[in-house]
């Protein structure tokens, strides 16, 4: 079918609901950042590919929302279909809430897969739109709203990939263990059961990992944890027999995934249930309204935020592999550029390979950890782009490649930026690198006193932007999984505080956050500076304990861009020890060119 007869058996679906707009989200049912194919409604709808945007279906009209990254690709995948463009952000563009205040009227219904809104967001909606007394509807009384699903003839099914054990070697800590801690804090919310949707969460709780999601290594599941027992609704076959049987000694049983929806309805009523509005979804959460539902992020959030001993050594090592991986994938781009070859040049698409073809090569690399972001010249302007076969440029011998990329080791999961300089730059581009540059040295320097949370470090990396007048407009640091999210919480750099999020935690040690400063010209470069740091204990004295950051990412900064009077005594220090640790951790990994090139590339200025 083409798109246009996709909305034409869409809204003959709707009809026959009863529904007058109807809202399909780019999610899963666990609220995951990245979603497998069996998810990807929106994209069969529209056609459009993106990974982010939510399409809204009416009776005579169909739009999709996306943000700037995505405006020309959508533009044109959009072409000839009946959908309208609503750019995010920009003037004049309302967002969807206050869109289908001012196109519905009363008594009017919106309609939606519950399975695929996580709670929060669907109490969102409901309470904008009560006002104006639109309904809402997120299932039937005898199963989902899946609407597109029935149309959708050849939907790929869902995931099934084989679950494997991550061995205590590398997680330090047993799932009895983690439970233990589990049950001890449902004990203090006077709660019987704990119902887990946030895939990670869980795979982090069991010591399990899976393939059914693209970067991210976990497995399609929910979690019910009991006082003295588990269920963990998932498809056996996905289980190998000796894992499964492991899964049973530690008082945990293997339940067929679609049996959820059913068997909490059956939890005696009254029962007090805890449960994260951020990541359970709308149907499962009013499938329990005979329960009291208390409303808490996930204890696990935080437990797994703290990277244990073991942990935080394996970070390490899975960084100093990555760092080796990007050294060499630098050294080569550099390499392109002094005889670059106009038949087959580089482009952002064959960097991103090669990239990707150096971490391949390392031991225990699993697969990256997000689609990396590699944006030469004006392209790196744009905060999140990722280059597609419509959008690829040749990456020319002079100014910027900006390369966001990380990966999945059995050690850890790792995310990195370097801006890199692919010939001769202007003094424009030198300058603001340097200042890029220095935020990023301050911020990995800080030194406080236990009890600061992100809000107090944010000035440090923006301090040489600001003192000209100058910003971005992003965070500057969020919090990094082991062998899971690249973009975990609660940890984060953020002087704003956001509306529907939650408040700055305190940096414990073992949090791992990235920095991230950056500063992007439209139409003409961006720069962005990253480095992983992990919290660490300082000295403790008469005023507290103290504290610090270890930087984990061991990858040389862009000397050819730095202007040294820029710099003030301190920051130099600071480069040049961090350049001198690189070459003592890296050097043993390179050989020749790539080994005289690193020492180069570290020299102390």
């Given at each position: 079918m083409t798109v246009p007869e996709k909305l034409s058996a869409l809204r003959a679906c709707m009809r026959e609901e009863g529904i007058d707009a109807y809202l399909v989200p780019t999610d899963d049912f666990h609220g995951s950042e990245y979603v497998g194919s069996h998810f990807k409604c929106r994209e069969y709808l529209t056609g459009f590919t993106g990974s982010a945007g939510t399409a809204l279906v009416l009776s005579d009209s169909a739009y999709l929302w996306t943000d700037g990254r995505y405006f020309l690709q959508a533009g044109r995948q959009l072409a000839g279909s009946q959908i309208t463009l609503m750019k995010i952000g920009q003037e004049k563009v309302p967002g969807i809430r206050e869109f289908l205040a001012e196109h519905l009227t009363a008594g009017q219904t919106v309609g939606y897969d519950g399975r695929c809104m996580t709670y929060a967001k669907a109490k969102e909606l409901h309470s904008e739109l009560e006002k104006h007394q639109i309904h809402c509807k997120g299932c039937r009384e005898d199963g989902p709203l899946d609407l597109v699903g029935q149309i959708w003839e050849d939907r790929p099914p869902l995931p099934c990939e084989k679950v494997w054990q991550l061995e205590e070697f590398y997680t330090g800590r047993s799932r009895q263990e983690k439970l233990s801690d589990l049950r001890a804090a449902m004990k203090k919310e006077d709660c019987s059961r704990h119902i887990i949707a946030s895939l990670d969460d869980i795979a982090y709780l069991l010591n399990l990992r899976g393939s059914d999601m693209l970067y991210t290594p976990v497995f399609l599941?929910?979690?019910?944890?009991?006082?003295?027992?588990?269920?963990?609704?998932?498809?056996?076959?996905?289980?190998?027999?000796?894992?499964?049987?492991?899964?049973?000694?530690?008082?945990?049983?293997?339940?067929?995934?679609?049996?959820?929806?059913?068997?909490?309805?059956?939890?005696?009523?009254?029962?007090?249930?805890?449960?994260?509005?951020?990541?359970?979804?709308?149907?499962?959460?009013?499938?329990?309204?005979?329960?009291?539902?208390?409303?808490?992020?996930?204890?696990?959030?935080?437990?797994?935020?703290?990277?244990?001993?073991?942990?935080?050594?394996?970070?390490?090592?899975?960084?100093?592999?990555?760092?080796?991986?990007?050294?060499?994938?630098?050294?080569?781009?550099?390499?392109?550029?002094?005889?670059?070859?106009?038949?087959?040049?580089?482009?952002?698409?064959s960097a991103s390979e090669k990239l990707l073809s150096f971490r391949k090569e390392m031991e225990s690399f699993l697969e990256p950890s997000f689609e990396t972001i590699a944006s030469y010249g004006a392209h790196g302007a744009i905060i999140h782009y990722s280059p597609t076969a419509q959008s690829d440029i040749a990456v020319e011998p002079r100014g910027f490649l900006l390369v966001d990329s990380g990966g999945q080791y059995l050690e850890g999961t790792t995310d990195i930026t370097r801006t890199i300089a692919c010939g001769p730059l202007t003094g424009k581009e030198k300058e603001f690198y340097t200042r890029v540059l220095r935020g990023c040295l301050n911020l990995g320097a800080a030194r406080f006193l236990y009890g600061c949370t992100g809000m107090a470090f944010d000035y440090l990396a923006r301090q040489p932007l600001w003192e000209i007048g100058a910003d971005y407009n992003h965070g500057t640091g969020h919090g990094v999984g082991f062998l899971l999210n690249v973009h975990e919480g609660p940890?984060?750099?953020?002087?704003?505080?956001?509306?529907?999020?939650?408040?700055?935690?305190?940096?414990?040690?073992?949090?791992?956050?990235?920095?991230?400063?950056?500063?992007?010209?439209?139409?003409?470069?961006?720069?962005?500076?990253?480095?992983?740091?992990?919290?660490?204990?300082?000295?403790?004295?008469?005023?507290?304990?103290?504290?610090?950051?270890?930087?984990?990412?061991?990858?040389?900064?862009?000397?050819?861009?730095?202007?040294?009077?820029?710099?003030?005594?301190?920051?130099?220090?600071?480069?040049?020890?961090?350049?001198?640790?690189?070459?003592?951790?890296?050097?043993?990994?390179?050989?020749?060119?790539?080994?005289?090139?690193?020492?180069?590339?570290?020299?102390?200025?």
């Open positions: 599941s929910y979690l019910v944890v009991e006082a003295d027992r588990a269920d963990l609704y998932a498809d056996r076959r996905a289980f190998p027999e000796e894992i499964e049987e492991a899964l049973r000694q530690d008082g945990i049983t293997l339940r067929p995934y679609e049996d959820i929806y059913r068997e909490v309805r059956q939890i005696p009523a009254g029962s007090r249930v805890l449960l994260d509005p951020a990541s359970i979804n709308d149907t499962l959460w009013t499938s329990m309204e005979h329960c009291v539902c208390v409303a808490r992020p996930n204890p696990s959030i935080l437990m797994k935020a703290v990277k244990n001993a073991v942990e935080m050594r394996h970070m390490r090592e899975a960084h100093v592999k990555d760092g080796a991986a990007v050294c060499r994938f630098i050294y080569w781009l550099k390499e392109q550029m002094k005889h670059p070859d106009a038949a087959h040049p580089v482009t952002e698409l940890n984060s750099f953020s002087y704003k505080i956001m509306q529907g999020r939650p408040l700055p935690c305190v940096l414990e040690e073992g949090m791992i956050t990235s920095d991230e400063p950056g500063i992007y010209f439209e139409g003409e470069f961006g720069v962005r500076c990253e480095n992983l740091m992990l919290c660490v204990k300082d000295e403790k004295n008469a005023y507290g304990q103290f504290m610090h950051f270890d930087t984990l990412t061991m990858v040389p900064w862009e000397l050819d861009a730095v202007v040294p009077d820029l710099l003030n005594e301190r920051e130099k220090e600071l480069l040049n020890a961090y350049h001198a640790k690189v070459y003592e951790q890296i050097s043993p990994y390179l050989k020749g060119a790539e080994k005289e090139w690193l020492r180069e590339a570290t020299r102390a200025i």
